[in-house]
């Protein structure tokens, strides 16, 4: 088992920044990818972004595309999602994912789940 907890959502107004953290505890050396997705009001669970641990090749989705930079820290079993140029649109609860794929960008590619962070862009 994966345990993963989101931390740094917020408020934040149109134009401004979050960095998002997960931090993953338990069997982490199981994962080869950490992922961040995101799910707005009446909407499905959509792809974010994705980082292998080894390597740090990174993946994203194109609406997040130049915006938004996920990283990791090996040392803390940590992720992160550093988001810029925030929009209204980019509303949405943010959760963080465990997979053992090495490209993860669907949702099924992803065993463990957090319970997710609100990010809020008002305009």
């Known amino acids: 088992q994966v345990q993963l907890v989101e931390s740094g959502g917020g408020l934040v107004e149109d134009g401004g920044s979050l960095r998002l953290s997960c931090a993953a505890s338990?069997?982490?050396?199981?994962?080869?990818?950490m992922g961040w997705f995101r799910q707005a009001p009446g909407k499905g669970r959509e792809f974010v972004a994705a980082?292998?641990?080894?390597?740090?090749?990174?993946y994203y989705a194109d609406s997040v595309e130049g915006r938004f930079t996920i990283s990791r820290d090996r040392t803390k079993d940590t992720v992160y999602l550093q988001m810029n140029s925030l929009k209204p649109e980019d509303t949405a609860v943010y959760y963080c994912?465990?997979?053992?794929?090495?490209?993860?960008?669907?949702?099924?590619?992803?065993?463990?789940w957090g319970q997710g962070t609100q990010v809020t862009v008002s305009s």
């Open positions: 980082i292998t641990w080894i390597g740090g090749r990174t």
């Open positions: 338990g069997r982490t050396y199981t994962s080869e990818s």
């Open positions: 994912a465990a997979s053992r794929r090495v490209r993860a960008t669907a949702e099924f590619d992803y065993d463990y």
